[in-house]
């Protein structure tokens, strides 16, 4: 078992055939599970209210908008070194996947922003950041459209996702350079004390293994929707030849 | 290399090359502010080096598709990826040429345009310094963008949509050193940080660059 094996498209969509079923039951089992104790078996807090359920949507897919990312950054490497067809189609199936989490980590933020802060929108390096990763993802997907020939696509593609991710990382660390926040630092770790108290962490948990689950899900089932476009073509290519 | 930058350096300076287009385009930009935002001296002043900062930046955007696009039409750049220099040196030179025939007049440019938007005194020597320390990285990121789209037909937009984001950095620390010159702060820290940025864009780009470029021309 090595992950080359499933530079094979048909190795691949077997096993994905067979995995996608159980990811895509345990993605739906745990956010069911997540998001109803977190949105209707959690008390109020007790200065926010009821707005702080707003935190089982809007921490996971933050945390899935950036590590999309660096899926994307990982599996173009593997492309550029190694030519793994399977592994740039991934990041091409990732790559819509994470422009929407990251809207919605900053819609949810703007309307919990909107009764916490007073505000929608403030310039806050968070916020900002946000908004440069969703401009990155933007034009990541722009150049996958705009190249009619898919290799040479996959390669600007790799390139583009490296170069922006240098930037993007000096971008998070210049726009906390350039103004103060007013979004709070980190709330959750695994090694150091948490600020979440424990009645909506445990839920939060929950959601975040569902949001990750329900990534790994869609990133399958796009990736096999992208092999058969692919086979298709290959099919109309062979049928005009013919 | 040489007779490269100076090759390039006479097709964007006579007739056609485009030469004064971003400068004129810096001009309007820079004239089209106080129409609107208003004229008054305070506010023209508190945002006159952001505002210079920004029109430079896109008046560097303007000439972008430029810098390979025309060489891939008539051929030549086939014959440079094929010469016995490296692709990775063809584009630094031409980053270096797109650089002196846009950043360096748009920084030479920019403390008169300043005038007119009232710019403090103390910030002219931190503007142009900021900008001369600045545009070299922009020229560099752009040439990386137009090595991206090189192969399509029209790139143009699409080169400013993946160009944009990544001047995010340059912008921040550039407009930033020019706004603490204005008020008489220490720019010493964001000069520094953009510099950093032109020396890693001059240094790990070009490879970047090149490398879009052979796909380009696969």
Redesign the interface.
Known sequence: MSIWEYANPKKFMQTSSWVLPWVTGLAVLTLLVGLVWGFFFTPDDFRQGSTVKIIYIHVPSAMMAINCWAMMLVTSLIWLVRRHHVSVLAAKAAAPIGMTMTLIALFTGAIWGQPMWGTWWAWDPRLTSFL?LF??Y??YI??WE??EDPD?AA??TS??C???S???L??RY??L??NQGLHQGASLSLDKEEHVADVFAWPLWVTMAGFVLLFVALVLLRTRTEIRARRLRALEARERMA | MLALLLRDLRLATRAGGGFGLSLAFFLIVTVLVPFGVGPEGGTLARIAPGILWVGALLSCLLSLDRIFALDREDGSLDLLATAPIPLEGVVAVKAAAHWLTTGLPLTLAAPVLGVLLNLPEAAFSWLTLSLMLGTPALSMIGSFGAALTVGLKRGGLLLSLLVLPLYIPTLIFGAEAAKRGAEGLAAGTPLLMLAGITLGAVAILPFAAAAAIRVNLR
């Open positions: 440069i401009l990155f933007l034009g722009a150049l705009a190249v040479t390669d600007l390139v583009l490296l170069v922006g240098v930037f993007a000096l971008s210049a726009v350079f350039w």
